[in-house]
């Protein structure tokens, strides 16, 4: 075998083996991608649950009002329609 083809076959052999890592390190990449964005994906599913649960605790506009309002201001004022609760 001649020097020549003895070159060429290496370059040939070390250019798969870096694509070879480059589709490894790119697998590996895409999987710690997808573990992010389950754990985000995880997170804003919970702070949605919260979010439902707060609403449906907030039923009616006086409970509404009620936490709205700061603690100090609720005997303050009347509500509209001048009569009080």
């Known amino acids: 075998m001649s020097l020549a083809r003895y070159v060429i076959l290496v370059l040939v052999l070390v250019v798969l083996g ?6 490894h390190l790119g697998l590996l990449s895409a999987g710690y991608e997808v573990n992010t964005l389950r754990s985000k994906r995880a997170a804003m599913e919970e702070e949605a649950r919260a979010l439902e649960r707060r609403i449906d605790s907030i039923a009616t ?5 009620d936490q709205l309002t700061p603690s100090a201001d609720r005997g303050a004022a ?3 329609g001048g009569r009080r609760p």
């Open 18 to 23: 870096l694509l070879t890592v480059w589709q």
């Open 78 to 80: 009347a509500p509209r």
């Open 61 to 65: 506009p006086a409970a509404a009002r």
